[in-house]
């Protein structure tokens, strides 16, 4: 199973962001789209980073709201693990446990395609167990 067959499910809308966007303004997008996550891309398109609600707490952790007047590019991180439509969910699911995120930006000949969240995988993951579940349910009534 890829990646592919989530973005064919959810789409590829991503809800994408300047760098020099506001902390404050970033918040008001992931609570619009109820996501933990956007993405930051530069004045030609490219991916330049990703900001997610946790990097907003830190920021506010350590300098108070007054963070929320400071740019994206100040807080978010910059190098990001990113995966193609073709990868696995498995090879997805082993990046996001050993980085310890839970977003994983799609990229296809370095154009963004989509993003992965966490939650995504975990609902595939229990659609194809409830699938083979069924399919074994079916043998063995057939047998
Ligand atoms: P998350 O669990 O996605 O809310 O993110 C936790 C932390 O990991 C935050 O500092 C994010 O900026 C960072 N992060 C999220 N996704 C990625 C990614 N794909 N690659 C690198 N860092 C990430």
Same mark, same amino acid.
């Given at each position: 199973m890829t990646v592919a067959s989530i973005l064919a499910h959810k789409g590829s809308d991503t809800v994408t962001v300047s760098p020099d966007d506001s902390l404050k303004a970033v918040a008001g997008v992931l609570d619009r789209h109820k996501i933990g996550a956007v993405i930051a891309l530069d004045g030609?398109?490219?991916?330049a980073g990703i900001m997610s609600e946790r990097d907003i707490v830190r920021a506010i952790a350590r300098?108070?709201?007054? %963070?929320?007047?400071?740019? %994206?590019s100040s807080h978010m991180t910059k190098k990001v693990v990113t995966c193609t439509s073709k990868d696995r969910i498995s090879s997805i699911m082993r990046k996001m446990s050993e980085g310890k995120f839970r977003h994983v930006p799609v990229v296809d000949s370095g154009k963004l395609v989509g993003v992965i969240s966490i939650g995504d995988v975990v609902k595939r993951r229990i659609a194809d167990i409830e699938m083979e579940w069924q399919a074994m349910q079916d043998y063995i009534a057939a047998s």
């Open positions: 030609t398109g490219k991916l300098g108070g709201t007054a %963070v929320l007047d400071d740019p %994206v």
